[in-house]
């Protein structure tokens, strides 16, 4: 039988999320898209995900402007984002006025086609979201997220998008975010889905962790599957996606030929391998074949961040035992996928448990929330010793979450005021109430700075210590005045102190930097580290959130006392013991280490 594949082709999303931490920059997107746009993909990828938050945390890039630069650059391809169903791009639920203003902004500024997906698979929180796309006139795609479990079958998938298509959805994608698709299995459900549901295209998005993506697809076209997402091949493969050139060429000349121009995709391929290079600093360690993912189930979007994340934390060492104990954690929360927002609720929630050397000595606020129901209905039994201690004897919610959120849109509007300069402002506001006011305001007062690119280094970096180390050089401009900058670093880390070489244009000088308890260099911090039972601490970097007690205060053991924030969850830090508040040495918005003495009680 001859059918066309068409191509989606994820360079402008989720390749660099999965590989580069989301870091790529609209002035490296935008000088290929007249390339890209004669190619003839069925759709390009280019936002959702974390793309929204990136460009707001950190490259100061407004993501709406983003959207309509590229589809001014791309008039005769199909633009598509990933959206978290009732999440939209955030970490929370919205309220059903918010779902319906944001999708109907994205369709104005560009989108053409919505894949939605809701973490748990819980079709409800899909409804408002696919009812806002059809009302846009726009493409909805319902998505099912593929895992593996003792509750996950083909019978439950198939029942998952037949509610999906009673919705309205145009058509059906498998998201294997981790790469936990085989060939064999991946036939069946494709052969079960088109059964059911003949009417529906049926689309394959798998990451190729484990290495057997590019198989999975062949037997999703062979089973009758309609498209297939590829990634160009200098940002293809391990945590991404298979090689578009490979698939292209794999196809050629058969009865599924997808037509595309493979010389023009192989010119393109050319130009992300030179930008590739700009962004190596952001590279995972974690981005080869690995099928060690076949049972942590970790996506590919989240391994490069999560390795990105332990490696600011200085924690890179402790990888290997956090992705040991995420399955573990995943089976007490009742078997969820691992996609935004699960794959962070547990992954965080499995480095606290790491970290700390005891499971759940500190449990994550959105660890609390998932045990009460409030992002839906988990797909098996979750450890109800861990409920209740999470939540003791708090009621459990059976609805729609979204039922029990009243409309919030003019209540944000309210909060964000004169900053916002239009609807999509107030919405950056919403997915992001903390970072999205901070981008307003440094925009507002015009000093925007992105986070700087560390320049590719010339030679193999610093040698072994004790070594000539080769320089990594900067240009630093301070009051108007222009430095040279070259650091080369020597001495050992586990003596008392570290020593750097700075030249400093041309004039050498010697940089000391004491031990993380005196003195932690970028911190400012000198705070003393905890040694008394009334002086609380917490078990690893982060920022604070909200200091919920003051000098003076009576409290209780086991009483919340801090809310900090920690690779984008929060958690509570409880008071060790009973007793009166004697000192406060942290405000909002302070960074903390490890072990610093943030709070004494007496």
């Known amino acids: 039988m001859s059918k066309r594949i068409t191509v989606t082709d994820t360079i402008l999303r989720d390749a660099h999320q999965s590989l580069l931490a989301t870091r790529m920059r609209t002035e490296d997107m935008l000088p290929i898209c007249e390339k890209l746009d004669k190619v003839g993909y069925w759709s390009l990828e280019v936002w959702g995900g974390a793309t929204f938050d990136a460009c707001v945390r950190f490259l100061k890039e407004d993501p709406w402007e983003r959207l309509r630069k590229l589809k001014a650059a791309l008039p005769n391809t199909r633009l598509q984002m990933l959206l978290r169903g009732q999440n939209l791009l955030g970490y929370r639920h919205y ?107 049926v689309v394959i998005h798998s990451h190729d962790t484990a290495g057997v993506a590019s198989m999975c697809q062949l037997k999703a076209i062979e089973n009758g599957a309609d498209r297939i997402d590829t990634a160009i091949s200098s940002m293809a493969w391990g945590t991404s996606h298979p090689g578009t050139e490979s698939m292209v060429a794999a196809l050629r000349g058969t009865p599924y030929d997808t037509g595309l121009d493979l010389e023009l995709i192989q010119e393109i391929g050319l130009y992300f391998y030179a930008v590739r290079k700009k962004y190596h600093q952001f590279e995972s360690e974690f981005t080869g074949v690995d099928t060690r993912v076949q049972v942590n189930q970790v996506p590919g979007g989240m391994i490069s961040n999560l390795a990105n994340q332990l490696k600011e934390q200085g924690a890179l060492h402790r990888m290997d035992e956090v992705l040991a104990e995420i399955p573990r954690v995943r089976a007490d929360l009742g078997y969820p996928p691992l996609v935004t927002p699960t794959s962070q609720i547990v992954g965080t929630q499995a480095f606290f448990n790491v970290l700390a050397g005891e499971r759940y000595k500190t449990i994550t606020n959105e660890v609390k929330l998932y045990l009460q129901g409030r992002y839906g209905k988990a797909p098996g039994e979750v450890n109800e010793q861990l409920r209740k201690q999470a939540i003791g004897n708090e009621e459990v919610i059976d609805v729609r979450p979204a039922d029990l959120l009243k409309p919030e849109l003019a209540k944000l509007r309210g909060e964000i005021g004169a900053l916002a300069k239009s609807e999509e402002d107030v919405l950056t506001y919403a997915m992001f109430p903390d970072i999205g006011r901070k981008f307003l305001e440094e925009r507002e007062a015009g000093t925007l700075k992105p986070e700087e690119l560390l320049p590719i280094p010339s030679g193999n970096g610093v040698q072994a210590a004790g070594g000539e180390g080769v320089p990594t050089e900067f240009v630093i401009d301070v009051h108007g005045e222009t430095y040279r900058v070259d650091i080369t670093g020597v001495g050992i880390k586990g003596e008392g102190k570290r020593h750097f070489y700075l030249s400093i244009d041309g004039m050498p000088e010697e940089v000391v930097f004491e031990p993380l308890n005196e003195f932690v260099a970028g911190t400012g911090s000198k705070r003393k580290q905890a040694s008394a039972p009334g002086e609380v601490s917490t078990t690893m970097p982060g920022n604070i959130v909200d200091v919920l007690v003051k000098e003076g205060d009576q409290v ?25 508040v004697k000192a406060v040495h942290v405000a909002k918005g302070d960074r903390v280490n490890p072990g610093e003495v943030l709070i004494e009680i007496e």
């Not at 924030?565 to 409880?574: G, I, P, R, T």
Request: negative net charge.
């Open 556 to 580: 209780k053991a086991g009483q919340a006392v801090l809310i900090t924030e920690a690779m984008k969850m929060e958690a509570e830090v409880q008071a060790p013991i009973g007793g009166t």
């Open 95 to 201: 309220s059903d006025d918010v779902v319906r203003a944001f999708v109907a902004k994205a369709a104005v500024n560009g989108i053409d086609v919505f894949r939605i997906f809701d973490a748990m698979n819980d079709v409800r929180n899909l409804r408002v979201s696919i009812e806002a796309v059809k009302a846009a006139g726009k493409h909805a795609q319902g998505t099912i997220c593929y895992t593996t479990s003792p509750v996950h079958t083909i019978e439950a998938f198939v029942k998952q998008a037949q509610q999906m298509a009673e919705m309205g959805v145009d058509s059906i994608a498998i998201k294997d975010m981790a790469g936990l698709l085989t060939p064999y299995a991946t036939g069946e459900l494709v052969k079960a889905l088109k059964d059911n549901l003949p009417h529906l295209d």
